[in-house]
């Protein structure tokens, strides 16, 4: 009887190591190099927001005047993570699930995003 069921929703976990190497690559290929970068989640009565902080000493007032033109503002971190995880489900729409986890072995700190099943499988094909 499970298998005639038709899914609604796919959770997807996403482990902060992987927002921050997306994040840091992104960043680095709109000013051409590194820089530090740190993933934080705030869990909240309104739920778990995923912010970017972005190591403003180590760019140049130019840098981050280019960056913030490109969504990656130094004081807007919650902008910053949300490109980063625009990123990582490829466009499509996302629900960030309340629950920050830790897994020591695997992922480290993640959280679960929700996408509509339909998006899963037509990005698969």
Known sequence: MLKDLEPAYISLYISFNQVEKL?????????????????????DDSGLRIRVEIDESSLSDDEAIYLASRGFAVDQPYRSAHLVLEELTEGVPFEILPRLGHDDDEFGTYFLVEIPYHWYITKEE
């Open 23 to 43: 994040a840091k690559q992104l960043i680095a290929k709109e000013i051409g190099r590194l820089i530090p970068v740190n993933v934080e989640g705030d869990d």
